[in-house]
Structures are given as C-alpha cells and as structure tokens.
C-alpha cells in the first residue's frame, strides 16, 4: 500500500516538474526582449526565480528520491526499459540544470541568447518526457 502512495506522490511531483520545465523556457523566450534593468526585467525576473526554487527544484527532488524508492522496491534497479528511463531522467535533471544556468544569466543581467535560443530548447524536455513514458508504459526491453 505505501508503493501506491509513493507512486501517486512520484507522479505529482514529475507533473510539477515538467510543467515548470516547459513554462520556465517561455518566460526565457519573453525575457530575452525586455531590456535589463527595467520593470519587465525585475518582473521576469522574480517570476523566474520563484518558479525554479519553490516548484522546479523542490519537484525534482521529490520525484528523485520517490523515483529511486519505487526502481528499487518494485524491480530491484533491473531491466533494461528501467536504466533507458533513468538515463534519460538524468538528461532531464542536467537540462534543469542548464535553465538554472540561463536564470542566473538574466538575474545578473549578462543575458546574450536570443529569445529563439529558448524557443529550440523548450522542446528537450518534452522529447525526453515521451522517451521517459514511452519506457514506462511500453517497456521495450
């Protein structure tokens, strides 16, 4: 019974993460018109912020630890469907770290990527989440 637990909490925190992975690069992509300095700027710049420290990064811990708790008590870290996913959720945690890379570059206002940049990399976590799922659910190997 606590697994189904684990499991449902493990689901709300990949759904909080992702959303904020998908939503943090839009804000880039507007952010990266606005002139530094300006209210627009400090704006965004809250908006941001909040967004990484409060829902990003408290979600992705939270998907982790429940993550490794369920790969380890439901299939004993086997199967080769189970290290594609987690490679890929690694992948996923490195971009997460980059967007908080590009967060730092807009709050010290050294910002040099257009808002195209972000464009192209807002679609990474969406390919890496249909590989995750697509792993989960087809369990190709």
Sequence with gaps: MIDLWIKTLHVLAIISWMAGLLYLPRLFVYHADVAVGSEQDRL????????????????MIVAWITGLWLAWSSFGFTGGWLHAKLAF???????????????????????ARPGRFF????????LLMIGIVAFVIVKPF
């Design 89 to 111: 959720v690694v992948l996923l945690t490195g971009h997460h770290g980059f967007q908080g890379r590009w967060l730092k570059d807009f709050a010290a206002g050294v910002n």
């Design 44 to 59: 965004f710049q809250v908006m941001e912020r909040r967004l990484y420290r409060y829902i990003m990064r408290p979600a």
């Design 119 to 126: 464009r192209i990399h807002n679609e990474i976590p969406t």
